[in-house]
């Protein structure tokens, strides 16, 4: 079935540094990939998407690129500050009704 | 409403009991989900309705687990005789559109479910 795999499942960079987490998906028919944000005891909120016609797309300190041929997808967060401590899960579309979702990583910006 | 309600926020129960979870989309929001989320682990999607249709159920662990949304809004997941592996977060997300994909989904804070 569809599959959604997420790396690293733990990441602690120092305040400033660049993070980057990386998502592999199976179903070639994905055309949709959200990336959320979960704080502790939170609702997960959707930071940045990308739909499968675009290559990448840039919001502020986010960046989420897509490659279509290799099946994977990455977020990238520029200038992380502590804020940006949470878990992070990334998720595919399969075309029916499903979203699969990567078994998220825990981000710790150091001070 | 602002966002996604989903109510109780915490619910424990013993084992057997029945439980029933509420969730109240963003009004006017066409389609419905529901996920459990076990600690540490993302989302796993249970089950999709687009207004009153479930049109999917397929992530239903089991027939101990129904839902419905009769009237296009607000949606109930009912679990019955619960067991211990039912222990998780309960999250609903809504979606403006129908079929779901290609557009955010928005989550609410959840249900805790704790069956001692």
């Known amino acids: 079935g569809e599959n959604v795999e997420q790396h690293p499942s733990t990441l602690s960079v120092q305040e400033g540094d660049s993070a980057v987490i990386k998502c592999t998906y199976s179903?070639?028919?994905?055309?949709?990939f959200p990336w959320y944000k979960q704080e502790l005891g939170k609702r997960p909120q959707l930071i940045i998407d990308?739909?499968?016609?675009?290559g990448e797309k840039k919001d502020q300190r986010i960046a989420v690129t897509l490659n279509k041929t290799a099946k994977h997808f990455s977020l990238h967060i520029t200038e992380t500050q502590p804020e940006d401590s949470a878990v992070y899960f990334c998720?595919?579309?399969?075309?029916?009704?499903?979203?699969?979702f990567g078994t998220g990583t825990r981000l710790k910006v150091l001070a | 409403g602002a966002g996604v309600s989903q109510s109780p926020r915490y619910k424990v129960a013993k084992r057997g009991q029945d439980v029933a979870l509420r969730c109240d989309p963003i009004?006017?929001?066409?389609?419905l989900f529901w996920y459990q989320q076990a600690l540490g682990q993302g989302p796993e999607f249970l089950t999709y309705?687009?207004?009153?249709?479930?049109?999917?159920k397929s992530g239903l662990p089991s027939d101990r687990f129904f839902a419905e949304r009769p009237e296009g809004s607000v949606s109930t997941l009912k679990i019955q005789r619960t067991q211990q592996e039912d222990s998780a977060v309960y999250l609903c997300?809504?979606?403006?559109?129908?079929?779901?994909?290609?557009?955010?989904?928005?989550f609410g804070d959840g249900t805790r479910l704790s069956i001692l």
């Open positions: 009004s006017g929001h066409v389609s």
């Open positions: 179903d070639s028919a994905s055309n949709y």
């Open positions: 997300a809504s979606s403006l559109r129908q079929g779901g994909g290609n557009q955010p989904q928005h």
């Open positions: 998720a595919a579309f399969s075309g029916t009704y499903k979203y699969i």
């Open positions: 309705f687009q207004n009153e249709a479930q049109l999917d």
């Open positions: 990308i739909r499968s016609n675009v």
